[in-house]
């Protein structure tokens, strides 16, 4: 089995410049309590870092002199990695969910579509509502807004429009976004 050290573990898979891979001739250094220890050769650094059992890290490689810091780096890592846990698990993901309508829709398929659209509103999704023309429908585009009108007005108490109605070809397309409550 391979002889490797702490330090050489630490370093491996990760973009961070820490300990033998800093390379710069000069560093600014600052001690593991935030106090500056001022700006030290490189190996002096790495020197007073193993001194203290920590290692050197570099926390601003493009400032003049570069600056590295002493501290625990796997504690450091993984401070990191919680945070970016963390942070992912706060984040919102928005779900948008499509309803396709017509422009010669009856009355209860309307209504049904709409029963659902209030549903995931409700619920905290955006819906994308799809008008399709088909075949001679094409030429009737007033009578396509006027239902696609309508939707948005009966989901006016509880949705905004996001992206206001647009034409694309043979489909015509609107976003609506649950409102704020607050």
């Not at 001194?51 to 401070?79: Q, S, T, W």
């Not at 009856?106 to 399709?132: I, P, S």
Request: hydrophobic residues 40%; charged residues 35%.
């Amino acid at each position: 089995m391979i002889n490797m050290e702490v330090k050489d573990i630490k370093r491996a898979g990760n973009d961070d410049l820490v300990n033998e891979d800093i390379r710069f001739k000069e560093v600014l250094v600052i001690g593991p309590n935030g106090e500056q220890l001022g700006i030290l050769l490189r190996r002096e650094a790495l020197e007073k870092a193993y001194e203290l059992e920590l290692d050197l890290m570099c926390v601003a490689p493009n400032g003049k002199p570069p600056v590295c810091k002493i501290l625990d780096y796997g504690k450091h890592r993984f401070e990191m990695q919680k945070k970016a846990k963390e942070a992912k698990r706060n984040q919102q993901v928005t779900e948008m969910k499509p309803i396709r309508l017509s422009p010669v829709i009856d009355v209860h398929d309307f209504e049904t579509k709409l029963k659902h659209a209030r549903k995931w509103l409700d619920d905290g999704m955006k819906v994308k509502v799809d008008m399709r023309f088909r075949g001679r429908l094409i030429t009737r585009l007033d009578v396509g807004k006027k239902v696609l009108y309508n939707f948005i007005n009966a989901t006016a108490d509880i949705a905004n429009v996001e992206k206001a109605p647009s034409r694309e070809g043979n489909m015509m397309h609107v976003i609506l976004a649950p409102k704020k409550t607050k």
